[in-house]
């Protein structure tokens, strides 16, 4: 029984794997100056990444909408993409940015 116990825990415990994940654009509305940045993060993933990079991208993306800088809303939304009857095995989590600065007036016809 004892030699079952470790094995398990040495199981659980080489499971957890850490991985860098970049932030890509998934969604956002030039109207309301706001940028979906999300990553996919399978269950045994302990998920690193960068958010320094992520407000660049966000930036650029604002700043091509005119926008003069971009800034996290704070938090992120996961949703489940893959689940069994034991949870959930993959989710895509997504981050908010709120572009920053008035964006040009449109043209007038």
């Given at each position: 029984?004892?030699?079952?116990?470790?094995?398990?825990?040495?199981?659980?415990?080489?499971?957890?794997?850490?991985?860098?994940?970049?932030l890509?654009?998934?969604?956002?509305?030039?109207?309301?100056?706001?940028?979906?940045?999300?990553?996919?993060?399978?269950?045994?993933?302990?998920?690193?990444?960068?958010?320094?990079?992520?407000?660049?991208?966000?930036?650029?993306?604002?700043?091509?909408?005119?926008?003069?800088?971009?800034?996290?809303?704070?938090?992120?939304s996961?949703?489940?993409?893959?689940?069994?009857?034991?949870?959930?095995?993959?989710?895509?989590?997504?981050?908010?940015?709120?572009?920053?600065?008035?964006?040009?007036?449109?043209?007038?016809?």
């Amino acid at each position: 029984m004892k030699k079952l116990t470790i094995a398990a825990l040495c199981l659980a415990l080489a499971g957890c794997v850490n991985v860098n994940k970049e932030l890509v654009a998934t969604g956002g509305s030039r109207a309301d100056g706001t940028v979906d940045l999300s990553y996919e993060q399978a269950s045994i993933e302990n998920v690193k990444i960068d958010p320094v990079k992520g407000v660049a991208t966000a930036r650029e993306r604002c700043q091509a909408w005119g926008y003069k800088d971009a800034a996290p809303f704070g938090g992120e939304s996961r949703m489940c993409q893959v689940s069994t009857n034991y949870g959930c095995n993959q989710w895509l989590a997504t981050i908010r940015y709120q572009c920053l600065g008035s964006v040009p007036a449109s043209p007038s016809k």
